[in-house]
Nanobody
Framework: QVQLVESGGGLVQAGGSLRLSCTAS????????MGWLRQVPGKEREFVAA????????AYADSVKGRFTISRDNAKNTVYLQMNSLKPEDTAVYYC?????????????????WGQGTQVTVSS
């Protein structure tokens, strides 16, 4: 089992920045891909970004490209999501997720482990 705990959410004005963190514990695998996904009430969970174990490969949703950056520190078992130029439409619960296959997925159903989520609210 892999446990994931997110932190760093909060309230920010449009144009501002936040950095989310997700720390993994329990079993960790050398091929684990880490992702960030988000969900608005009444809507399906959507992909935001993902990063391979070594950090060489990353993927982003079109809506966040150029504004968000995913990174990881394997020594700390932690993945980050730096969010800049935030917009009101970025408001959502952000979830950290992990997948053991070694592949970067955009489909939420492909991720095996999930954190509890952290709320990000961007005011206009």
């Amino acid at each position: 089992q892999v446990q994931l705990v997110e932190s760093g959410g909060g309230l920010v004005q449009a144009g501002g920045s936040l950095r989310l963190s997700c720390t993994a514990s329990g079993r960790t695998f050398s091929s684990t891909v880490m992702g960030w996904l988000r969900q608005v009430p009444g809507k399906e969970r959507e992909f935001v970004a993902a990063i391979s174990w070594g950090g060489v490969n990353t993927a982003y949703a079109d809506s966040v490209k150029g504004r968000f950056t995913i990174s990881r520190d394997n020594a700390k078992n932690t993945v980050y999501l730096q969010m800049n130029s935030l917009k009101p439409e970025d408001t959502a619960v952000y979830y950290c997720a992990a997948d053991e296959s070694g592949r970067i997925w955009s489909q939420p159903r492909k991720y095996n482990y999930w954190g509890q989520g952290t709320q990000v609210t961007v005011s206009s």
